[in-house]
T-cell receptor
Framework: GQQLNQSPQSMFIQEGEDVSMNCTSS?????WLWYKQEPGEGPVLLIA?????ELTSNGRLTAQFGITRKDSFLNISASIPSDVGIYFC???????????FGEGTQLTVNP | DAGITQSPRHKVTETGTPVTLRCHQT?????MYWYRQDPGHGLRLIHY???????DKGEVSDGYSVSRSKTEDFLLTLESATSSQTSVYFC????????????FGSGTRLTVV
């Protein structure tokens, strides 16, 4: 089935640093989503993107729908300790019947 | 007001025993999904449902069965639990095919000893 390549797999950063992560697919998507999962909880939707080139922010988080429609990016500015968690990308192909998830980026923020 | 609840939250069971996990929703959503999450593998789809009595297999369905007799409930059964099924299981719901995302439950941590 469809695979999403999410990178990096893990990041260890200092508080205050900016973070970037991305997802790529081998086929065209018409929806890209970014989730955050905190320890002991299920993933929670952060940002949803629906148009190529779209740039959407949610506080210190900004995500972009790549213009090729085969990738998406998530940036976190001025990281804080509560940003710790696993970030997942997800997307739906044009003809797809459900979402495909990336394998996640584990983010650790050192105070 | 969670909209989706999973039970139990934690369970320890012995190899070879049957286990049923329950997902209950109050959102009247059409689509429901069962995932397992293991280190290094992200979220892997086990089974999903697109309506009452309508279910289909995901990528890791071997050893699992599901039932959906009511809109609000989606049950995942491990017919004969094995240690490889030790995992965290998440249920998710959606009113569409996913364009507005899935809402996830808080998970069930299952340990098979």
């Amino acid at each position: 089935g469809q695979q999403l390549n999410q990178s990096p797999q893990s990041m260890f950063i200092q508080e205050g640093e900016d973070v970037s992560m991305n997802c790529t697919s081998s086929s065209i998507f018409n929806t890209w989503l970014w989730y955050k999962q905190e320890p002991g909880e299920g993933p929670v939707l952060l940002i949803a993107l629906y148009k190529a080139g779209e740039l959407t922010s949610n506080g210190r988080l900004t995500a972009q729908f790549g213009i090729t429609r085969k990738d998406s990016f998530l940036n976190i500015s001025a990281s804080i300790p509560s940003d710790v968690g696993i970030y997942f990308c997800a997307g739906r192909e044009t003809s797809g019947s459900r979402l495909t998830f990336g394998e996640g980026t584990q983010l650790t923020v050192n105070p | 007001d969670a909209g989706i609840t999973q039970s139990p939250r934690h369970k320890v069971t012995e190899t070879g025993t049957p286990v049923t996990l329950r997902c209950h929703q109050t959102e009247n959503h059409r689509y429901m999904y069962w995932y397992r999450q293991d280190p290094g593998h992200g979220l892997r789809l086990i089974h999903y449902s697109y309506g009452v009595k309508d279910t289909d297999k995901g990528e890791v369905s071997d050893g699992y069965s599901v039932s959906r007799s009511k809109t609000e409930d989606f049950l995942l059964t491990l017919e004969s639990a094995t240690s490889s099924q030790t995992s965290v299981y998440f249920c998710a719901i959606s009113g569409t095919r996913g364009d507005y995302g899935y809402t996830f439950g808080s998970g069930t941590r299952l340990t098979v000893v």
